[in-house]
Structure formats: structure tokens, C-alpha cells
């Protein structure tokens, strides 16, 4: 495949225009995301022109574009994240149901806690969590237990780095996180206070694929003053019956 | 960007190696991939390295590759798909709850109906759909009440290409399928009998974009014998709820 100048090639391109489309910016100009995506404006305006041909992108109106239904539909055939997110959904809607907050789904991607799913009720409290949306490991409550049960050079990498502060409660000690995280694999779940917001905690347990790894955290976040008991209880339930249903479909 | 000899671009050839995966095809090597998408042995080689290092796609050991997560995250930010599907979830599930068989979300998508969303009960009866999957505009529900609502020129390309049987009761004959059309667009719903599947019964709602255009399909599948009168009234009452979310949460 051809390079750039600078090296990259024409695949890390494709990646870097369509990191520019966010939940907040999801229609721009070809210019745009050029300026946005640090290309030319001649090769933004090539490529945009290619990926409508492709159906990558979409046109809204006359000189902007949008992210295109052909990604989303390349991106959902067969991959781990619709397979895992179909198992689970049964189980959320009934976790839902009995929490009646916010019920997420989300797995370690590249050192961070990735969103597959949520459920909310429209009464619920505060929560920062997107579909598709990242949260670090050390503050959200599911990324602590994917952290947890992270193979050990992924976790000594997140310890070797900077904790960065998301709330005025974040770990930011990595010998506290350790004992967190030792914590967590002993009883199985984690109820994490005002990490990521002061006014909520998070409760997460593992999710296993079948009887192997850990291979997701499903979690609810609840109002700062809820009891967590209950939460507890329902998500381990739910967590065992999304392990079985991944255990007997097969890949 | 670079063309092949063949005259394809970059991006053309992207596509047509992450549309070599499916919900039955997860996982592949690189010789695979170049065999299915018609490219040169190093060519795939290539091009599966930067996919990977790119994240669109992930090692599955040590010669194999899968969808990557990074692909998924990236088609669900901002995409109109997500944004559709979030609107709609509540409403299927409440639907899904009363009818208990399976509930559906389609849009229309180059000619075919491309279906977003599936919750189906354990014990329901057959159903081919698929997520990420697509049938037949003029066989499926979803189908006919796209294609009743598309524009013009789209809904006169797919009367005048062949229509194929999918089933012994789809509708072929182009003057039949306009007067079924017609019929959906003064009803605001269609009952399609066996059109997909002789044992099933497809039933489908439009879903407009707040007061705007029809955006998609909202439909269940029950078992033939099944009344449908209650179906109507709940999928309607969802396809309601649905344009209200969505004229109301803007962009």
C-alpha cells in the first residue's frame, strides 16, 4: 500500500479521518476534517471522495458528510462486540429492570474501559458513560475489574504510567491500586465511591467467556446514597448467565 | 491515494477485505482474505498488517484475524445507526415485552433493508433476520414499508429491477407490488404473510425522523397463525414514541 510523505500509510489515514466524527461532531465538511485529521486539504478532499464511493461516509447535503451505515454494518458482522453484546442484552434488560439506574457493558481496549452497551431509565441519576464511548481502568468502576483480571504486563503498564485524576476521589496511589485491584479478584465485584463523578458510585463484576477469561465488566451506576447489596447480587446473576450463554453458542 | 492496476482504490479494497468477514465467517488468515477478496497473496499480507496495526483488525492466534473492537468503536461514534438505535431501544423493548416474539429495526440501505436491531424472545418461532444483516426490500415487512416511503427514484430502480422470489408467496409482479405499496402508505402499516419464511408473519410500522421523513421500519415476526391486530397497535404506538425521541434530541 502506498505511504505518505510522512510515512503513514493509507489504512492509519482511512482511521485517523473517521476519528475526527465524534458523538458531539458527527457531520463535517471534507476542509474540516483535513484541518482535523492533520492532512492537506487536497488528500482530505481525495479521500472523503473515496470513502463516499465505499459508503465508509455518507453525504448530508451538499458539501458536508457523516459516518455511513456500510461502517456500521461491516463493523457489527461478526465481530466479538455484537457476539458479546447479544449474549448479554437479555441479561442487561433484566438487571435493568430490577436497578432501574444505568446497566453497561464494556471491555478492555486498548488500555481503557470501552462502552458496548448501556441501559438507562429516563429517571436515572448522573453518568458520563457513551456507547462507543472510553473511560480510564483506574476510575470507572468497570475498568477496575477489567483491570483487575487484565493479563499482567497490561496492568503493570497502567500501573507504570501516570493515574490521572478524574474526580477528587480517583486512585492515584499505584500501591493502593494494587491492594484495590487484589481486593477486587478476592470477592469478585467492586463498588467504586465518586471515582468518576462525586455524586455516583459504580458497581462492576467480571463477565467470563464461558469458563475462560474475564472478558468484560458489567456494571450500574447508582446514586451516591443507594444501598449496593442489591446491585451486587442481580449483576452476578447476570453475569453468570451471560458467561453460560457465551459458553454454549460457540464462536 | 494509490490505485491498483485493476484501478480499485485503497479504499474500495478495505472494504472488500472487511466484507469478507460474517456472522458465520469470524475469524480467517490473510490467505483467506485475499482468496475471498480476489487480491494477490502479498497484497493481503499487507494490507492485513496495517489493518492490524491500525486496530480494524485483531490476532485470533497466531496466524488468524478477526474484526477489531477499534472498528466497531469508531462506526458507533457519532453514527446515525447509533444514534437511531438509541431512540428506538426503549420502544422495542416495551414492544418486545407485550408481543414476546421478535421485534425489529430496519433502514434502508442501497436497495436492500439493513436491519439494526433484534431482540428476540427464547421461545419465538423462526426468524432469518439478522443484526448487521439485509433482506429483500420487496419480500420482507421492513422491506415494504421502506420501499412505500422511499422516494421516487429509489422505489422505481427497484420496481424495475428483476424481483426475486425469497419465499413461494413474495410478491413478483412489479403492477401487484405497487398496489401493495400504495396500500402501506394509505395504512401506515403492512401484515406480509409468508413472504420471507411460509411459517412466518412479518408485520411493520414506519418510523419518521421527529415530523420529518420516514427514516425506518419497526416491525415483529410472528408465528403464521398468529392475530396481528395487537401487533399493529403496539408497534405503532412505538413507532410514535420513536419519532417523538428523535424530533426532540436533535442531532
Known amino acids: ?25 458527527t457531520v463535517q465538511t471534507a476542509a474540516e476534517i483535513g484541518r482535523r485529521a492533520g492532512l492537506p486539504s487536497s488528500t482530505a478532499h481525495r479521500m472523503v471522495a473515496e470513502l463516499v464511493a465505499s459508503g465508509l461516509l455518507e453525504r448530508d447535503g451538499a458539501r458536508r458528510v457523516r459516518l455511513g451505515m456500510r461502517l456500521w454494518e461491516l463493523a457489527g458482522r461478526g465481530s466479538r462486540a455484537l457476539r458479546l453484546r447479544q449474549a448479554a442484552l437479555p441479561w442487561m434488560e433484566r438487571v435493568q429492570a430490577r436497578v432501574r439506574e444505568h446497566t453497561q457493558l464494556a471491555v478492555l481496549e486498548h488500555g481503557e474501559a470501552l462502552f458496548l452497551e448501556r441501559l438507562s431509565s429516563p429517571t436515572a ?35 507504570a504510567a501516570p493515574l490521572l485524576p478524574v474526580s477528587a476521589e480517583t486512585i492515584l496511589e499505584p500501591q493502593a491500586l494494587r491492594a484495590r485491584l487484589a481486593a477486587i479478584r478476592r470477592d469478585g465485584f467492586v463498588v467504586a465511591e465518586g471515582s468518576i463523578e462525586q455524586v455516583s458510585t459504580g458497581v462492576a463484576v467480571p463477565v467470563r467467556d464461558g469458563r475462560g477469561p474475564v472478558i468484560a465488566a458489567l456494571s450500574v451506576v447508582l446514586p451516591r446514597e443507594a444501598p449496593t447489596a442489591g446491585a451486587v447480587e442481580e449483576l452476578r446473576a447476570a453475569a453468570a448467565g451471560i458467561s453460560a450463554a457465551l459458553g454454549s453458542a460457540g464462536r
Do not use: K, Y
Request: hydrophobic content about 45%.
Open 1 to 25: 500500500m502506498a505511504n505518505s510523505a510522512s510515512g503513514d500509510s493509507v489504512t492509519e489515514r482511512i482511521v485517523r479521518v473517521l476519528e475526527t466524527f465524534s458523538t458531539e461532531r
Open 125 to 159: 441519576g448522573a453518568n458520563i458513560t457513551r456507547i462507543a464511548g472510553r473511560l480510564p481502568l483506574h476510575a470507572s468502576s468497570s475498568g477496575l475489574v477489567l483491570l483487575a483480571f487484565a493479563p499482567d504486563d497490561e496492568r503493570e503498564a497502567v500501573l
